[in-house]
């Protein structure tokens, strides 16, 4: 019998031991999640799940978009920050003549926070479906609902968020890049 196959099952055995020794002085209700960590986990499982909205009806009323990524941090003083880089669709706008404008930036931030444009569908104009108050409601209600958060801190760190939105375009020198505050009505070009 080969010498490595008579130490594999004395290793198994070591290992077993182990790993049961270290799970009985593991005690769950002792740890505690700091808040941060918390906040940034509702936030991901939010996006997670409104994601899917920038994809329903790409192209027809918007633009069609192929990918989507994002990234979630708390920066220096406690300001919350959501980077968003959405893929315009490579097949679709290499041989199409669009693009990207602010509106597009909103119109992401929009779709994944309300699930609403914010534009007119045919003429694209701004309308007053999505404002601060619409904005501030959906996240108070979805993502910012936790108990230990009393209204004013709630508030504050709403009002502290801010969203880079990133649109790419499939010839890079067309892509533009909006950000501000989660809760601005328009995004700012950056």
């Known amino acids: 019998m080969n010498m490595k196959f008579k130490f594999l099952p004395v290793f198994f055995l070591l290992l ?8 009985k ?11 941060k960590d918390f906040l940034i ?4 499982f939010f996006m997670k799940e409104n994601i899917q909205n920038i994809f329903s009806g790409g192209g027809l009323i918007s633009v069609a978009y192929q990918n ?4 979630i941090k708390f920066s220096e003083g406690d300001i919350l920050i959501i980077n968003i880089q959405a893929y315009m669709d490579k097949q679709r706008y290499t041989s199409k003549r669009y693009y990207p404008k602010l509106r597009d930036c909103n119109q992401v931030r929009n779709k994944i926070f309300l699930n609403k444009y914010g534009y007119s ?11 601060e ?8 209600d979805k993502v ?16 502290k968020t801010r969203v880079n939105v990133k649109i790419i375009h499939p010839r890079s020198e067309k892509n533009i ?3 501000g505050k989660i809760i601005d009505t328009e995004l700012s070009i950056e």
């Open 121 to 131: 569908f045919l003429t694209q104009k701004f309308n007053n479906l999505v404002n």
């Open 41 to 44: 986990f509702k936030l991901d």
């Open 177 to 179: 890049t909006c950000g």
């Open 144 to 159: 910012f609902n936790i108990s230990s958060f009393n209204d004013a801190l709630r508030q504050e760190l709403i009002k």
């Open 25 to 35: 002085n593991i005690n769950l209700n002792k740890e505690f999640l700091p808040l």
């Open 16 to 23: 077993l031991s182990f790993n049961k020794s270290e799970a």
């Open 68 to 71: 989507l990524d994002y990234q």
């Open 133 to 140: 108050e619409s904005l501030t409601n959906s996240l108070k």
